[in-house]
């Protein structure tokens, strides 16, 4: 019996050519792994979320379309997750910061659920983080004054059902404030 091929049949693995495959190689999570390109572009862009994609490709060595290819996958792929501006808090006449320690009377699931909710509805919360430690939550919070914080913290806080205590530490000098992540290697 002839081997012969049919124009609808595949080549053996050991009749294939050894063609250089264009699909990018992935993770364990199915992610695709960054290379030395994608980490420039992620880095440069966080530098400059306005900077014009013919100047990231000037900087990364591709032409505009595979350069804008890249950047639209990292940004369907998750890794980018937007893009703004950062404004400044005191121009705005929001020059108090504050971190607060929030600690629940009971740590069971609908008391979690009751104070994310609660704070989410909260523009003056910046940040709120659930931690693990001698309290629950950890909050970054921005206000305009001293007065603001006090009603703040009594009428938003205080009075969420389940909050138990809660501590402030008012920033008196921001030392670094950055959005910018390390992108590993």
Known sequence: MTNRKTPLSEPRPEEAPAVRSHRRERDEDGAVKLDRIDRKLLTRLQQDGRAAVSQLAREVNLTVTPALERVRRLESGGYIDGYFARLNARKLGLGLLAYVEVTLDRTTPDAFERFKQVMLAHDEVM???????????????????????RRFLGDRIASVRGVHQTHTYFVMEEVKSTHVIVVPH
């Open 127 to 149: 940040e709120c983080h659930m931690v693990a430690g001698g309290f629950d939550y950890l909050l970054k919070v921005r206000v305009s004054d001293m007065e603001s914080y």
